[in-house]
């Protein structure tokens, strides 16, 4: 069941099309903007945040193909959609990032060895600087959209612009120290830096998006949804047990099973797990869908039954229990 209305969908579908074509074209505009800085200065510390920047560009492209893949509908050869995909992006993009950082390593060892001088390093640090600028600025949009929207491609993207900000502001400070003190020595060890920095990024991208396709489950996650049931109205469910969330992109799918006492009718057990169901997809309160699976209490837990006019009783209530993450996501006997 889908917990957002037709129009909200379309919407949310139009922004996140926006934001990653906005990504994009920007992407394109600060790659030729860190270029002609770098040919300017003469930097090796400058080419390595120009490769950096193509990066961008490319992961921008290939996210604006993951978004318009993962906004297909749920089809018979893919029943859960097709938000996965944005996982593989980001995989893609930290993949990328970890090429960059390689590739920027070959450049300033091959520089090392020729000597390349520097040229115009003030124009070109200026330059660089607001391209960096520009980055925050994209970046710091990308990432907002992408938490509103539930994208994890927009979010992806966002924190690469504003790490790549990150970059540009230490390489900027280090390419002062070389203006006012003459070590032209520094211009490749900040380079240097800059591609063990994206190796460590890459490497933490390709690490979630891992995580994600191999469904691990998310703690935070499991926790929001424990408050989310804590919240909700028991009626005749006792408890809930075998609580798993898969995620694809910024759908979730949570499967639970829920307990209610053995003497319901399978149709009135039946209309208890929908409506807590529904209780849970409105808490979630985005694209979400929740599958229940009915267990009976078999009279073991009459001490945390909520059913005070129970026929089978065998105990009187105490009171209910919150729920906690390590019971209700423990497998097995409730």
């Keep these: 069941m889908n917990a957002e209305a037709p129009e909200a969908e379309t919407n949310h579908k139009r922004v996140r099309l926006a934001a990653i074509s906005i990504s994009l074209l920007g992407s394109l ?3 030729a903007l860190k270029i002609h800085a770098a040919r300017l200065a003469g930097s090796a510390a400058l080419r390595s945040d120009a490769l950096e920047g193509s990066v961008n560009v490319l992961a921008a492209a290939f996210g604006l193909g993951s978004v318009l893949f993962a906004e297909k509908p749920a089809d018979q050869d893919h ?7 944005e996982y593989f992006a980001q995989a893609f993009e930290g993949g990328l990032i970890s090429l960059a950082g390689f590739l920027i390593l070959i450049d300033t060892i091959l520089r090392l060895i020729h000597h390349d001088p520097l040229q115009d390093l003030d124009s070109g640090l200026k330059l660089n600087l607001l391209a960096g600028l520009l980055n925050g600025i994209l970046g710091f949009g990308m990432f907002l959209s992408g938490k509103k929207y539930h994208s994890q491609i927009l979010i992806s993207d966002g924190i690469h612009l504003l790490t790549d900000l990150v970059t540009t502001i230490g390489l900027g400070f280090g390419l002062l120290v070389v203006i ?6 520094l211009d490749p060890v900040l380079a240097l830096l800059v591609a063990l920095f994206l190796f460590r990024t890459g490497f933490k991208l390709v ?10 489950q998310s703690p935070a996650l499991i926790e929001a949804i424990v408050g989310y049931l804590n919240e909700i109205p028991r009626r005749s469910v006792i408890t809930v047990h075998e609580l798993k969330v898969q995620q694809f992109g ?8 829920v307990v209610v006492p053995e003497f319901l009718s399978i149709k009135e057990a039946h209309d208890e797990s929908d409506r807590f169901a529904a209780d849970l997809m409105e808490k979630l309160g985005h694209h979400s869908i929740v599958h229940t699976h009915i267990d009976p209490c078999e009279r073991e837990l009459c001490t945390e039954c909520p059913f005070l006019d129970c026929p089978i ?3 009187p209530f105490q009171g209910l229990h919150p ?3 390590a019971q209700i996501t423990r497998t097995g006997a409730h």
Excluded: C
């Design 29 to 31: 505009l600060i790659l």
């Design 79 to 85: 029943p859960y959609g097709h938000g996965k995909i």
């Design 250 to 257: 910024r759908d979730k799918h949570v499967d639970l099973h």
């Design 313 to 315: 009783r065998m105990k």
């Design 180 to 185: 006012f003190t003459g070590w032209t020595w």
């Design 207 to 216: 690490q979630e998006s891992s995580n994600a396709l191999l469904d691990a």
């Design 323 to 325: 729920f906690e993450a």
